[in-house]
């Protein structure tokens, strides 16, 4: 095991000490706030919004717009572009109602109306096949219908508002999931999720429509997550999380799909974000560019707490991490030409380490005596076009460029106190991507949704590392050159009838590299039994290019030349079935199972010997191993959720999961994968108490509690890691060894005060409150020749405070 994949976290001492000194600050805080509180008035902000048809984005002229339980009846009707507003709306939780002839009734629930800010609703309204003369009443919970129409399993809608809420979600998109059924954390220390015991990198992230890098700091090569987000969650709006047999529009993706959606800038007023905590620094600002015009920007920008404290003299652990980053959007519509956008976002992340010449620290930790060097840097800038052809046909093209560049160096102390160079590796990724996508409504029943994606990558690659039998630094990545990438997709959604939807499609992917090609179907079907209640199937073929440096692998002391072993790989294909079955236990509670099974083929494993290496158990984009594709693997498991939407101020989500996860390698024994921790639970539990003489102030209190069977891995040979030098497995017991099971409980407690034109918010998120040691590998250390082990993440305090006004 390298020294750069040990874990590095606070101590548990040292957590302790931060954690009790910041609880007493923000408890502090809560009680001069209650107390300022009691002279609260009573506080109004305005909801408006724009009703579009869901599928090809026009306007929905004469819609009716309710305030659900306002006295008097407070409500409005869409002007001759879609748009509504209600003013002198009472600030908290709102429920929204709209209706139009001809079209499904959109009912929104609990939609979070703050003093600091107006609320901007962007809803699309699916058209009702039975063109009743009158709208249906239909069951008031919207909240789990996907954002995608075409996308009937697997597939949950999220809120920028449950990344805030959950406990130890802080803001980010992939530590929520982790609430979810058949979602786990890889680790504690970064946001890699397994999905259905998948491997992390089979995760896909999209943004408005197109295929983007790896939007988390602190990333490796050809990982899907990393240690923080980029995105802030003032720049996201409602988006879709998806964990199996999805659309046809998704390709390369074996485990599931972030599709994510911005926020657009208020185009009407002037409003500021500003969010302060040890994560970082936030800065918010948006508004319209003119009275005249309806286009606004929304820019955040965020940097790195750790390194403020950093530079004040309190480093937080024995690694200066250091962040920021920058996101956007702006809008810039036109009256003739359809609708522009510019959107990115940029991160840059670092972590130093120094060593110390001491060799008496090295015997009690060896980190000491390695001095390491890493960065990750992102960065995407985007640009759409979408324009209505006609009445029906909506049509959107996205460019994109993006950058990824990764770099780790280290090298170590000798006994003589002299630097030897022990990893060096640097990778860079440039890609262009121009995406377009045709939405067609023949009618109420059809609709097709078609499009392309083309991609241009250039790539420069340089890994060497020291071999210890050798004792020389051998290099096994040495190359830059241009690719490419095309992918094509069509699909269709019928409705049967009221009760019955069909969906089928097409992706296709190839990669020019080398040819490869794979053509998949996708198809779905969706049966409303009765009030309340669906049956649904879904199936698709899913396949995924590997990361780009493996290809490239070269090996200086077997490989001849230029040769390039791994070049000719194929894509790892899957196969994805699922049964659901969805159920409203009433208004407020949702009920939910669905049983799956992934067969999965065309694995790479190990080209030069029978072992039990799979692709399928790698958390890294490159690995210095020949392969070939004749490796298998498949998930299969079941999975529950029940809960309770936020109603009179309360709110619970209980997920569970059984699965089991294998894999063969290229010795054709079927084992275990790494991520096969059989069962999994999450129970959260959520209450908020209004305060205040006019109820204008909230206290919340969110708890998590978290159960994860121990992972797999594989004992340690300690005799012959001490003669190499290095971590030695005992090959033929891979993944027979299980850890102990992951046991975690979280708290997040808020203090939301609303004021006229400003609301603040102070919260406390407790992870690991009990402070339990949750292992999370062992390894060898050859300082001092033994076997150790590194553990998650001990109790970690995170206070912010964030303003809008």
């Known amino acids: 095991m390298t020294n750069q994949q040990k874990p590095k976290h606070l101590t548990r001492k040292g957590s302790f000490i931060v954690f009790t000194h910041l609880l007493f600050l923000s408890f502090t805080h809560f009680f001069l706030l209650f107390t300022h509180s009691l002279k609260a008035q009573t506080l109004t902000q305005t909801i408006r919004g724009i009703i579009l048809d869901k599928n090809i984005q026009t306007p929905i002229v004469g819609a009716t717009v309710i305030l659900v339980g306002s006295t008097p009846l407070k409500g409005t009707i869409t002007d001759s572009e879609g748009g509504f507003q209600l003013t002198q709306v009472p600030i908290g939780r709102q429920t929204v109602k709209i209706t139009y002839m001809g079209y499904k009734e959109m009912t929104m629930s609990n939609v979070v109306v703050n003093a600091g800010k107006e609320l901007v609703l962007n809803v699309g309204l699916e058209e009702d096949i039975t063109q009743l003369s009158e709208i249906t009443i239909k069951p008031t919970v919207e909240k789990d219908k996907p954002l995608n129409d075409m996308a009937t399993v697997s597939t949950r809608t999220f809120s920028v508002e449950e990344t805030q809420r959950y406990a130890a979600a802080i803001n980010d998109p992939a530590r929520m999931a982790t609430a979810y059924a058949g979602v786990i954390a890889a680790d504690d220390g970064g946001n890699n999720i397994v999905i259905r015991g998948n491997s992390p990198n089979g995760l896909l992230w999209r943004m408005e429509g197109v295929d983007i890098p790896n939007p988390n700091h602190f990333s490796s090569l050809g990982a899907a997550g990393g240690g923080v987000s980029i995105l802030s969650a003032q720049v996201l709006t409602n988006s879709d999380f998806m964990t199996g047999a999805f659309p046809a529009e998704y390709g390369n993706a074996l485990s599931g799909v972030f599709d994510l959606k911005l926020r657009k800038g208020n185009n009407q007023k002037r409003e500021y974000t500003v969010q302060a905590g040890l994560l970082g620094l936030d800065v918010a600002a948006e508004r319209p560019f003119s009275k005249n015009y309806k286009g606004s920007y929304l820019i955040n920008y965020r940097y790195s707490t750790l390194e403020l404290l950093t530079k004040l003299g309190l480093p937080l652990g024995d690694f200066a991490q250091r962040f920021q980053d920058l996101s956007y959007n702006i809008s810039l519509p036109t009256n003739k030409w359809g609708k522009f956008t510019l959107f990115g976002f940029g991160g840059l992340s670092s972590s130093v380490g120094e060593a110390q010449a001491d060799s008496t620290l090295w015997k009690t930790n060896g980190d000491k005596r390695y001095d390491e060097n890493f960065k990750s840097n992102t960065g995407a800038w985007g640009a759409t076009h979408a324009v209505n052809l006609n009445k029906k046909a909506f049509l959107k093209t996205v460019v994109l460029y993006s950058v990824y560049q990764n770099g780790f160096h280290q090298q170590q102390y000798s006994n003589a106190y ?46 060497e590392s020291w071999n210890s039998d050798l004792k020389k630094m051998e290099r096994f990545i040495a190359s830059d050159g241009q690719t490419g990438t095309l992918q094509a997709y069509a699909q269709v959604n019928y409705k049967v009838s009221e009760k019955l939807t069909a969906n089928l499609g097409i992706h296709s992917l190839a990669l020019l590299l080398n040819k490869s090609r794979s053509i998949e179907l996708r198809a779905s079907l969706k049966w409303d039994v009765g009030t309340g209640q669906s049956l649904a199937i879904g199936y698709g073929i899913h396949s995924q290019i590997h990361p780009l440096a493996l290809y490239f692998y070269s090996n200086q002391l077997t490989d001849a030349g230029n040769s390039y072993p791994n070049r000719n790989l194929d894509f790892t294909k899957a196969q994805h079935l699922v049964l659901s079955y969805d159920r409203l236990l009433n208004e407020h509670t949702r009920l939910k199972l669905e049983a799956y099974y992934q067969s999965l083929y065309n694995v790479p494993v190990s080209a030069d010997k029978r072992t039990a290496f799979s692709l399928l158990n790698a958390t890294d984009g490159f690995l210095t191993e020949r392969l070939v594709n004749n490796g298998k693997g498949r998930n299969y498991g079941a999975e529950l959720t029940l809960e309770r939407f936020l109603h009179n101020n309360f709110y619970y989500l209980l997920s569970g999961s059984v699965f089991k996860s294998e894999y063969t390698g290229s010795d054709k024994i079927w084992r275990s994968t790494r991520f096969d921790a059989g069962a999994a639970g999450n129970l959260l539990v959520g209450k908020e108490w209004l305060m205040g003489r006019n109820k204008n102030n909230v206290l919340g209190l969110n708890l998590k509690t978290t159960f994860v069977g121990g992972f797999k891995t594989t004992p340690i040979d300690l005799q012959a890691s001490r003669s190499k030098g290095e971590t030695v497995w005992v090959e033929s017991k891979t993944n027979e060894q299980t850890l102990d099971a992951y046991f975690r409980s979280d708290v997040r407690i808020s203090w939301k005060r609303n004021r006229n034109g400003f609301t603040g918010t102070l919260s406390l998120d407790i992870q690991n409150l009990t402070n339990r040691e949750n292992v999370f590998i062992h390894y060898y250390d050859a300082t001092i020749g033994k076997i150790r082990t590194a553990y998650q993440l001990p109790l970690i305090p995170v206070l912010n405070y964030r303003i809008e006004f």
């Open 418 to 463: 002299v630097f030897e160079p022990r990893y060096n590796e640097d990778y860079s990724l440039r890609k262009l991507t121009v995406s377009s996508t045709l939405n067609y409504k023949f009618n109420a029943r059809l609709a097709l949704r078609a499009g392309a994606i083309w991609s241009r990558q250039s790539y420069d690659f340089f890994r």
